[in-house]
């Protein structure tokens, strides 16, 4: 069993990442999370749009060789449009970083975002004000 870590970010970055599932609906969407682990706590402090991203209707993609080496890179966030934020076998074997979040239609609280880990277990989300 994986160490379960807490993924901290403010209410500002969610909303961002609300806006932009919004925008591309019924589209998938993808961006890179930025931020830094310190002991039990992974804090997300930048959305990353990926290079060469494609958004899709079931799917987003980007071509991983493309990154750039960004070792404050923790992990993805993607949206689901149907709402359902249970990962896919295909969002697990294309797990990159430490965490990876889905954002569920409708966009529009805390109970749209589900953080998890490689193992596919579900982590603690703190949405902060600042």
């Known amino acids: 069993m994986a160490n379960l870590v807490t993924v901290s970010m403010s209410f500002e970055l969610l909303d961002s990442i609300f806006e932009g599932a919004r925008?591309?609906?019924?589209?998938?969407?993808?961006l890179m999370l930025r931020g830094k682990k310190?002991?039990?706590?992974?804090?997300?402090?930048?959305?990353?749009?990926p290079p060469l991203a494609t958004y899709g209707y079931g799917f987003a993609s980007y071509p991983f060789h493309l990154l750039p080496m960004d070792f404050s890179l923790v992990g993805t966030v993607h949206s689901h449009p149907s709402g359902n934020?249970?990962?896919s076998d295909v969002d697990i074997n294309h797990f990159f970083g430490r965490i990876m979040m889905i954002v569920g239609y409708p966009y529009a609280s805390q109970q749209d975002v589900v953080a998890y880990n490689c193992q596919g277990e579900k982590l603690s989300l703190q949405i902060t004000e600042e």
């Not at 925008?23 to 993808?30: H, S």
């Not at 310190?38 to 749009?49: C, E, N, P, Q």
């Open 23 to 30: 925008q591309l609906y019924p589209k998938e969407t993808i």
């Open 38 to 49: 310190s002991k039990d706590t992974i804090r997300i402090t930048d959305l990353i749009i």
């Open 85 to 87: 934020k249970t990962f």
